[in-house]
């Protein structure tokens, strides 16, 4: 809140404490240690210097003072109540304590045994000096009853009024505070509190909306990377994420890669950081290769390669997230952002360094991340620059940017602008999986011309399926199968066409497992995978053509050509002698 409010605040305050006049009432904690530091102060807690102060507090109030404050709520078994002041054009949540009483360590406090102690005791039982300051609401004087509180703050240095272990054991997620503290504000934890942070028992014990509230808060500052290898070091981070624990250090065994998985992940968090990204980035970045030290798999280099490996983390970093109680909306968008990590990986020329995709498949990125577009090109940048030097790409996203820019011209189509029910219309169809499979053929189209009318999307599709057939059946061995010609059902079995496809397509509702020939409309989705295959197949007989010239070459034996998405060609000749030649 800014100063303005603050003051309008305390000034009410102080005006309903006199009136009240039952006890002292101080402000306390973190509102007093921003006021020291000369920072903003985010929340305002209130201590009542009284038995089951806080309580009574608000119960005047309510009964008082409801044109000013409402929102009342109170918890009993912890002394604490709340409510909401009004203050200029705000509102804003107070908390109200009474001091901590006495602990008792034979077992759970009943009503009768709480012994009321003050402020002195309250101060002793809060996690760091610099939080144990109460600052009088009425005269402004500020106590510092562990004598530690005001130089601490000075100093910037985290120290608890107790001996650590006691402190830590007392409530164990002051030791993820301590590291949250020092990441926030820049306090350095003493060496006799640092050496006290470890996994207790009672740590995992911890609600897991606690810890994450905490993780959050760290993962949010400047300094998160060097705090989660704290987290590590002192065992903490194996309750939040037992998975980077599992992983932490993998050897991924990738020329790509030129660190261990651990410190490549952590580059990527810091390269969102640096580029301010927001809190579900930053997770992403976090996860982005979780299954990683899961899901490799050995080549005949001896290497590792991950093919998948962004479903299998996305999938993974669901399980994660759920463990750690985040809001569902917040798990959906991650996983995808996780999920699309490598969507333009392959889109690129090194030579320029520049994203080498067409309008089309620009257009198709853009439509199909959405309003995750952003979030996910922050990611793919920074895990772009985090691979081995002479893998990286960092003019890629700016490159995707500026094509983007370039494209701005014409809108990009986001949804079909084709109903369901005028597609059944116009092709005779029912409700099924046709009708989607429709509606992604006209975005395709549309991502090639984004200004092509309605009706031209239905004209050329009866164009190019009315009156063609297709033949299909199913093979226990090989899947589904179609064909242009039907095939003969003979005694040994089918005999197939020269373009016989076989396809893993998983059950498709329709298709019968005897030989049935099918309207190309009724199944688009398979029709056009067929007419890509054909299309396929007759390049590669024509190259085909091309290398049997290696015949006329005399010691000739064989060869082996590889072309891949970046359009690198490269070919493997082997001669009578054993001697290779490799082409590039």
Request: hydrophobic content about 35%; charged content about 30%; proline content about 5%.
């Amino acid at each position: 809140m800014n100063k303005k409010i603050f003051n309008s605040a305390k000034e009410k305050l102080k005006k309903l404490a006199i009136e009240w006049g039952k006890a002292d009432i101080y402000l306390v904690g973190g509102c007093v240690r921003d006021l020291l530091l000369g920072n903003p102060v985010k929340d305002i807690d209130l201590c009542v210097d009284l038995k089951d102060g806080a309580t009574l507090f608000c119960e005047w109030l309510q009964k008082i003072h409801t044109e000013e404050c409402h929102g009342f709520t109170t918890f009993p078994r912890f002394g604490t109540s709340k409510f909401v002041l009004k203050v200029m054009t705000k509102e804003l949540d107070i908390e109200c304590v009474m001091p901590r009483v006495e602990a008792y360590k034979d077992g759970p406090r009943k009503p009768s045994e709480v012994k009321y102690t003050g402020i002195a005791e309250d101060a002793y039982r809060r996690d760091f000096c610099c939080n144990a300051l109460y600052q009088n609401i009425i005269t402004d004087e500020i106590l510092d009853p562990t004598g530690h509180g005001k130089e601490d703050i000075e100093n910037r240095v985290l120290r608890t009024p107790l001996p650590a272990k006691e402190t830590f054991i007392d409530d164990p997620l002051r030791m993820l505070r301590a590291f949250r503290f020092s990441a926030q504000k820049g306090f350095k934890i003493l060496d006799e509190v640092l050496s006290e942070i470890r996994d207790y028992p009672e740590y995992r014990s911890l609600s897991m909306e606690r810890v994450q509230d905490e993780f959050n808060k760290i993962l949010m500052t400047n300094n998160a990377v060097s705090t989660i290898r704290e987290l590590h070091r002192t065992g903490l981070l194996g309750y939040i994420i037992p998975e980077l624990e599992e992983s932490w250090g993998f050897n991924q065994n990738s020329h790509y890669h030129s660190m261990n998985l651990t410190d490549h992940t952590l580059a990527v968090l810091q390269g969102v950081i640096d580029n301010d990204a927001n809190l579900q980035v930053r997770l992403a970045a976090l996860l982005h290769d979780i299954a990683k030290y899961k899901c490799w798999k050995k080549k005949d280099n001896g290497e590792f390669s991950y093919h998948g490996h962004e479903l299998e983390s996305s999938k993974l970093a669901t399980k994660i997230l759920e463990r750690l109680k985040y809001p569902k909306e917040d798990i959906q968008c991650i996983s995808e952002i996780i999920k699309e990590h490598m969507r333009i990986k392959s889109l690129y020329n090194p030579n320029t360094d520049s994203y080498t995709g067409s309008a089309k498949t620009t257009r198709r990125v853009v439509r199909d991340l959405g309003p995750l577009l952003k979030s996910t090109l922050q990611l793919i940048d920074a895990d772009n620059k985090a691979h081995a030097p002479q893998y990286n790409m960092p003019g890629q996203v700016n490159s995707f940017l500026a094509k983007l820019d370039s494209l701005s011209e014409v809108q990009i189509v986001r949804s079909c602008p084709i109903s369901g029910n005028l597609i059944m219309s116009e092709f005779g169809l029912t409700p099924g999986p046709a009708i989607k499979e429709i509606k992604d053929i006209f975005l395709d189209w549309l991502d090639e011309d984004p200004e092509i009318p309605a009706e031209e999307l239905i004209t050329r599709l009866k164009e190019i399926t009315e009156g063609i057939y297709v033949w299909g059946w199913w093979e226990s061995y090989r899947g589904f199968c179609i064909s242009d010609n039907e095939p003969i059902k003979g005694k040994n079995g089918i005999t197939p066409s020269p373009y016989q496809i076989p396809m893993e397509l998983g059950d498709w509702v329709g298709l019968s497992k005897e030989i049935t020939r099918y309207p190309a409309i009724q199944v688009p989705r398979i029709y056009f995978m067929y007419q890509k295959y054909k299309k396929a197949k007759e390049i590669f007989n024509r190259a085909a053509m091309v290398l049997d010239e290696l015949f006329d070459i005399p010691g000739f034996n064989g060869v082996k050509v590889s072309f891949d998405k970046y359009h690198d060609l490269s070919g493997e000749i082997r001669w009578e002698d054993r001697r290779p030649d490799w082409i590039i």
